[in-house]
């Protein structure tokens, strides 16, 4: 009779335990002040339970963004398209600039995969659809809505961080091409300063086409400027505090 109890409160206790995914998201809200991260959770939650993984809308975000929404940070908002190592390696050690991985929401759900099943309640970590399985898919339509959110508080100096490595820089496909710049308005934002990150075998720089589709495609009255700088420079900076934000290339 003992083992069975034992047995039973055992599994009536494990139902009422938060899963490793709610553990982690909660942990990483709480590094955050002035937000209550039970309301947070409740609000992410209800984008994508009980729902097809594949019918998950950008907007079914709009509540979460809500509850926890972006602060402009006028001149120090990085944005990054294929530099994610560089820019969060640099980002780490200097207060220079703000990732949205920097942010709540970015910062909670950085490298998750998660998503629904109809019919359930639960919040799964394994099974969901690939980035490009399917449009509409939980984890995609997140950094769809929260990358629009944060670059609609870009102010000032922007500066986006492209990879020289690849053929197509700036890709009309990527979310910093397709959600970001669209976003960038010049009532608010003053210049758009691209860092060429410049590695060893690089393929392309400031002078690559697709540069010029970028210098296109941004609204008339925001100024553009696009630099060269190598890997192991801004890998130094980042490496030395003594050096000024402004004098890192
Ligand atoms: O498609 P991308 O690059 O151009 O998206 C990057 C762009 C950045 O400026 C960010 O503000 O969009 C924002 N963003 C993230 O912050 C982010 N963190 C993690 C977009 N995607 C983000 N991820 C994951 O990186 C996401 O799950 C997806 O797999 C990649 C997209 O990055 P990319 O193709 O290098």
Known sequence: VIVVLIVISAVVFGLTLKSAFEST????CEKFDQYD???????FQQAYVNKDPCKVPVEAYDPLIAAAPFKPQCNRMMFWSKTKDVVHGFT???DCFVTLEDTLLGSVLDGLTWCGKEGSKDTNTTGCPGWSD???NTVRSFWIRASAAFADVACGNVTAMLNGSINTPFNPTSIFASVEVPRFIASRVKNLNVVMVIQKNNISNCTDPSLK???QSIDTGI???CKDVSESQIQECGAKPEI??????
């Open 25 to 28: 998201f909660l942990s990483r």
């Open 37 to 43: 991260c039970k309301k947070v959770w409740d609000a």
């Open 92 to 94: 780490e050690k200097r």
């Open 134 to 136: 399917c449009e509409n």
């Open 213 to 215: 589709n970028l210098r």
């Open 223 to 225: 100024t553009f400027s």
């Open 244 to 249: 000024a934000c402004g004098d890192c290339w």
